[in-house]
């Protein structure tokens, strides 16, 4: 996945409260910075397993930080079908030069609880029941089940796998770009959308957004009437690659 800057307040690294309270969840604050959509504020579809893997933490520590980011009101999370919607209080979007601030603080009765957190993809230290063991048994086979090609490259562009409810769309995703390309897409053909998408503050997350560029093999643009650097240099690599 490409580098990004991430946007964070001077505050937080000038006020000592900042380092009592949050200590080394710090980090997965930045993470979550950095997966927050622009607009909102707010991290969609969050998955503390899918977190873990990306930052090259145990699951357990990941839970812990997130639930004491929770504690100390830096972020609320919301329980969803198959994951969480995480907000970030008192955003600000990096893109505005108002200051406008998003997600005020919230009182903790408002709060959301953590019973989703706990429950995604682990299996307690408690003595096997049937159900338990059932839930064991859909894990193990869930991680014996081969990983589709598509869905692996869909991870080297973005950094992250999709929701495993989604392998289905990455694989006619990209099946339909090597329809288009006429040979096996790779990486390469991917990542100048998702850059492009990123780049534009567009959540990376979205499955939908970015892909349908490379469907199609073609990046809109933005209205403006002077094209970016980054878009000519962009569409210069998609002309060489469709003369190829």
Not at 7 to 36: E, N
Not at 89 to 94: F, L
Not at 178 to 201: M, N, Q
Request: glycine residues 6%.
């Amino acid at each position: 996945m490409k580098k990004q800057w991430i946007s964070v307040k001077c505050g937080l690294s000038r006020d000592p409260k900042h380092r009592r309270r949050m200590g080394k969840s710090i980090w997965t604050f930045l993470h979550m910075l950095d997966l927050a959509d622009w607009e909102t504020g707010i991290i969609y579809d969050w998955k503390d397993e899918s977190a873990a893997e990306d930052m090259g933490i145990d699951i357990r520590v990941l839970r812990e930080d997130r639930r004491k980011l929770q504690e100390e009101d830096y972020i609320t999370c919301t329980q969803k079908q198959h994951g969480q919607d995480i907000k970030i209080i008192n955003w600000t979007n990096p893109r505005e030069y108002s200051g406008q601030v998003y997600n005020k603080k919230v009182s903790p009765s408002d709060i959301q609880g953590d019973a989703q957190g706990d429950a995604q993809g682990s299996v307690k230290d408690v003595t096997p029941t049937y159900s338990s063991n059932i839930k064991v048994q859909i894990k193990d086979k869930a991680a014996k089940t081969p990983i589709p090609p598509e869905v692996k490259i869909y991870r080297e562009v973005t950094g992250r796998y999709p929701n495993r409810a989604n392998y289905p769309d990455v694989e006619k995703i990209i099946q339909s770009v090597s329809a288009r390309l006429g040979r096996d897409a790779v990486k390469d053909d991917l990542l100048p959308y998702f850059t492009e998408w990123t780049a534009r503050g567009y959540n990376p997350a979205n499955l939908s957004g970015w892909t349908s560029w490379a469907v199609v093999g073609s990046i809109p643009s933005m209205g403006k009437p002077v094209q970016s650097k980054a878009m000519d240099t962009i569409n210069q690599w998609l002309q060489s690659k469709a003369g190829a």
